[in-house]
C-alpha cells in the first residue's frame, strides 16, 4: 500500500536532548512537508522540500533543522534550542505536478519531560 | 487579519441535523480551496476541494465566494460519524514568498453530533 509513515508515533524527549523524526513516503511525491500542531492551533509549516537536496524554512524554522537525500525520506531534528518542542508532529507530501492535497502521516507526538 | 479564519465552535448537533461551516481567507490571490477533516489525536485528510462553481459530495457541499473571499461547508444529514474538526484550508499563488503549493489552514472548527 502506498503512504507516508513516521515513527515513532510517541516519543518522550528530556529537556537538552536533540531528538530526530522519522518521515518516509513511497508515493513517488517531489514535495514534502513537516508541519506542527498545538492543542487547538491550526497546523504550522516549520520546513518543506520541492525536490532531493533542496529544502526552504517555514514559519516557525528556528530550533529545527531537515535533510532531504533521497526522494523517499525526510527526517526532522528538533534541536535543543526550540524553547517549547512538546506538540504533534505531522509530515505530508504532494504530488510536484499540481496544487493537489497533500497527503499526511499519522504524526508524532513529542512530550519533553 | 489571519490568513484563515474560521468559527472555532465547537458545533453540537443531533444526528439528522444540517450545519454549515464558515471560512474566510485574507490573501485575494489565492488559488486553490480545500475542506480537510482531522479526527481526535489522528492526522488531518482530504474532505473535498472546492471549486469556483461550488462542488457537492453525497452529503457535503462546499462553496467559494472569491468576491467575499469566504469558503463554506455544508453538511447535511449529520451522522454520528462526522463527529470531527473541520479544517479550511487555502492554497497561495505560486510565486507568494516561494511557497508553491503551500497550504494555509485555518485553526479548525470542532462538530460533535449527538444521538
Known amino acids: 500500500d502506498g503512504g507516508i509513515t513516521q515513527s515513532p508515533k510517541y516519543l518522550f524527549r528530556k529537556e537538552g536532548q536533540n531528538v530526530t523524526l522519522s518521515c518516509e513516503q513511497n508515493l513517488n511525491h517531489d514535495a514534502m512537508y513537516w508541519y506542527r500542531q498545538d492543542p487547538g492551533q491550526g497546523l504550522r509549516l516549520i520546513y518543506y522540500?520541492?525536490?532531493?537536496?533542496?529544502?526552504q524554512k517555514g514559519d516557525i524554522a528556528e530550533g529545527y533543522s531537515v535533510s532531504r537525500e533521497k526522494k523517499e525520506s525526510f527526517p526532522l531534528t528538533v534541536t535543543s534550542a526550540q524553547k517549547n518542542p512538546t506538540a504533534f508532529y505531522l509530515c505530508?507530501?504532494?504530488?510536484?505536478?499540481?496544487?493537489?492535497?497533500?497527503?499526511f502521516g499519522p504524526g508524532t507526538r513529542l512530550t519533553v519531560l | 487579519r489571519k490568513e484563515v479564519e474560521q468559527d472555532p465552535g465547537p458545533f453540537n448537533v443531533p444526528e439528522g441535523a444540517t450545519v454549515a461551516f464558515n471560512c474566510t481567507y485574507s490573501?485575494?490571490?489565492?488559488?486553490?480551496f480545500f475542506w480537510y477533516r482531522q479526527d481526535c489525536r489522528k492526522e488531518p485528510k482530504l474532505l473535498m476541494s472546492v471549486y469556483s462553481s461550488g462542488n457537492e459530495d453525497g452529503r457535503f457541499t462546499a462553496q467559494l465566494n472569491r468576491a467575499s473571499q469566504y469558503i463554506s461547508l455544508l453538511i447535511r444529514d449529520s451522522k454520528l460519524s462526522d463527529s470531527a474538526t473541520y479544517l479550511c484550508v487555502v492554497s497561495p499563488l505560486a510565486n507568494y514568498g516561494g511557497s508553491q503549493g503551500n497550504l494555509i489552514f485555518g485553526k479548525g472548527t470542532k462538530l460533535s453530533v449527538k444521538p
Open positions: 505530508a507530501s504532494r504530488d510536484g505536478l499540481s496544487y493537489n492535497e497533500q497527503f
Open positions: 522540500s520541492q525536490i532531493v537536496n533542496d529544502f
Open positions: 490573501n485575494s490571490a489565492s488559488q486553490s
